[in-house]
């Protein structure tokens, strides 16, 4: 075990030398999480994803702290590892399901039904059958077809509409993929009644990564309108779904997750009033920072002699685990056996036979000067949308280990 | 069978109508493939990839026919069914392999190791020590590390240089990720013969999916340089190999396979004289055409009554089995059942709970304007970059199913 009682953490990202508190130049010193200590005792044969399940009861117990009487529901498809549902399952937490395969797991880890929301506003007919079934009564839905689908397949469920918000001041804002414009939620209420469902309220999402509370406000703002027209037009909404957008420390700070959940809670408050139900939906807030991935330099050369920057590839890539370096959307952070060496701007790569499989390039990585291939490198909280992401073996590269600790 | 003995074709892409020859007005008729008919004829259970060994062999001969003494390797990553590589062995192809897992499966379908060569320029050092001891001679490679590592893991092997050319007039122009700067190619050719490796000649890819062969010109153009260069400095390349690049059908005119690839070879032979060894390397365009998928629509909704776009949602996404739609790269052409409907502007997304699985948004896709949830959708060519894609299961969608006709 060439590592093991090694003082490891490397370092290495620009933003983060920038923001991260505590550190001084370009020397930082980390506080190894247990997943990076797992690591750094262990050899892995091939990219694998550590995940520490005392971690994950940790997170959940801070939002919990936070968010208060609102139900967590967990973003199963974040990270579906079977332990973790079972953990959250165990801790009392409810689940928000993206498919049939996603209730299924759900109900194997130990979930009730009642604790369980079909939140994919695109669901398979016959996958809404068998949610009923099974005991599911919460749906999510943004169009007609969708709530005619729920009426016949599952007649007298509660369903919510989910709107579509622009005020996002996420990292990543969403696409316009998900939610009816404002003007039509109304409409879609009254088609749920007249259906024979239960519209009981209204969802959103504020956008993936939203780092601050206070970004926030302006979404509940438009959101709070949009309620409070529907309570004044005579639908009785008794649900505030809050969704995801709870962040991930990915080297821009972050707020603590319960000073950040309170914060979120207490907007709701402010501009919903007393409402019924409130729930959440973490995902990547729940889990990012409950994982790591051991990872390994395949190969360090420059196109040119004269290039300011070198390429990096490792063992894993956009197709293999790193699916959210898409539009370099979300920045990992990366620890090396060469924590005191100086270092200069790297592109990162996948190993894939894929010129799309680039990770970094527009905004360069800073590593260590003598990296080389063989060298192991720690891909910090890395514990949402990692393994699910990955290919059954583009390449021929398997997909992404799990180990739980 | 509600379909079977239906006239079925539907349409559907702008470009399409705009381009394909024979197409008249909105309405045009497709001679449909094998697939597409044993698709209409059968009812499938999730989103699967129908691939006809047929198709296979016939490009094959086509590519073969218009390549003449150069070699097919065939690109393997572009679809590792088992049924494929066999095929392919069985017909005289050889292979070009990606990681380890392909040259496994290529031995396991019964190719020599003298027909496979190890393409990645990012290898892993135990698997070069592997593939040496498989029998595999001939490796790529494209920087002093990597020919360090072949030197000592396959000691006396052949290596290529992977020359990174500038001059594409692709569709899909690959990144900077492959190749070296054209000043690196004598010495890495220097580096590797004073390693005790044989370096045998070079390498460059002409950029993904290159309708016309004409557009090989410029590429061919500067490799020649390269070529001629290093041969008056005494080193004596014998091997040429071509990459890939040949296209497939995807709406816009591309030329017949036997012709384009004659184009090529004529152009190789013009620029380069009588080079000993020329291999080429087809992957899309040796299996894209012989693949259908069958597909089915979960939901069409339009965000605003007064929008001029709906939205439909197939089973399938980016996230399982559609990743080339990234950047709306690869636009794939749709088949439905509403052949003689009036259509409309679409954003395609994907079935998962993920913002970011929208196939087209920039560009529309014109679909029937009666198209609902439960509809069967055939995706045409879609035998290449599709399966191996497929997550294993993000969001609880399984992989991309595969039946081999």
């Known amino acids: 075990m060439v590592l093991s009682g090694h003082r490891w953490p490397g370092l290495l990202e620009m933003t983060m030398i920038a923001t991260q508190v505590g550190f001084a130049g370009q020397s930082p010193v980390f506080e190894s999480t247990r997943v990076e200590s797992f690591i750094r005792a262990h050899r892995f044969e091939r990219p694998t994803l550590v995940l520490d399940m005392q971690a994950v009861a940790d997170r959940y117990a801070a939002l919990k702290a936070g968010l208060g009487r609102a139900a967590i529901h967990y973003a199963v498809k974040a990270n579906p590892a079977p332990e973790i549902v079972a953990q959250l399952a165990a801790l009392g937490s409810g689940f928000d399901a993206a498919s049939r395969a996603e209730i299924e797991l759900c109900l194997a880890q130990g979930a009730a039904p009642s604790a369980i929301s079909y939140g994919n506003t695109i669901k398979r007919a016959a996958d809404i059958a068998f949610a009923h079934q099974a005991g599911i009564t919460l749906f999510a ?73 206070r970004m926030w406000l302006p979404v509940l703002d438009e959101v709070a309108g949009i309620w409070h027209a529907a309570h004044a037009a005579g639908f009785d909404l008794e649900l505030l779904n809050i969704g995801g957008g709870f962040p991930a420390f990915y080297g821009d700070e972050v707020e603590q997750p319960e000073i950040y959940a309170a914060q979120v809670m207490r907007l709701v408050t402010d501009l919903f009033g007393a409402v019924p139900r409130v729930m959440a939906e973490p995902g990547r807030g729940m889990v990012a920072e409950a994982g790591a991935i051991a990872a390994e330099v395949m190969l360090v050369s420059r196109k040119c002699d004269t290039d300011a920057y070198r390429w990096v590839y490792l063992d894993i890539g956009k197709f293999s685990g790193l699916a959210e370096t898409m539009d370099e959307a979300i920045r990992y952070q990366f620890l090396t056996e060469r924590e005191h060496e100086p270092v200069g701007p790297c592109i990162l790569a996948g190993p894939s036979c894929d010129s799309a499989d680039v990770l970094y390039e527009k905004r360069p990585v800073l590593l260590p000067l003598g990296l080389s291939a063989g060298d192991r490198v720690i891909i910090r909280n890395a514990g949402a949308y990692t393994s699910s992401y990955a290919s059954v073996g583009f390449n021929g590269f398997p997909p992404l280990d799990v180990v739980v600790i």
Chains 1, 2 share one sequence.
């Open 141 to 213: 839905a943004d169009a007609e077809e969708e709530i005619d689908k729920i009426a016949v397949h599952a007649p007298g469920a509660q369903v919510y509409i989910r709107v579509l918000v622009t005020a996002t001041e996420a990292d990543w804002p969403l696409s316009r993929k998900f939610g009816c414009a404002p003007g039509k939620v109304q409409p879609l209420l009254a088609r749920a009644l007249a259906a024979g469902l239960r519209p009981v309220g209204l969802s959103f999402h504020v956008g993936s990564q939203t780092r601050a509370a």
